[in-house]
């Protein structure tokens, strides 16, 4: 199982959109973690799920102390168990039938305050 995580600074880009599927071709990941996605779920996620249209894809809008962050899963490698969200923490539990055991992804964008 491959994880795929970086700091994306916006994808309001074509170009990024490219860069991004370029990256999953080369790396095969089975999961992302992307942060600083600079958007909000309603603008992020229909651009990401052109890019990956069979994915599981969750969000958190970029606000006052998060610039967005997202966790997208192959549904071929995962099940989504849970998925969570407070302030600046996206958190998907997962279990992996390839491994036998469940697991918890954690995408968090800080500094957090408090």
Sequence with gaps: MKWLSFNYHGL???K???TLRRLLDVHQADV???HETLGDYDHIIPILALILPSWTLH???ACDHSRGIVIGIDPKALRILNVWVREVVLVADVFSEHIGMELRMVNIYGPCHN
Excluded: E, M, Q, T
């Design 32 to 34: 992302i973690l992307i």
């Design 12 to 14: 309001a880009s074509p």
């Design 16 to 18: 990024k959109h490219l």
């Design 59 to 61: 969000a958190l809008d």
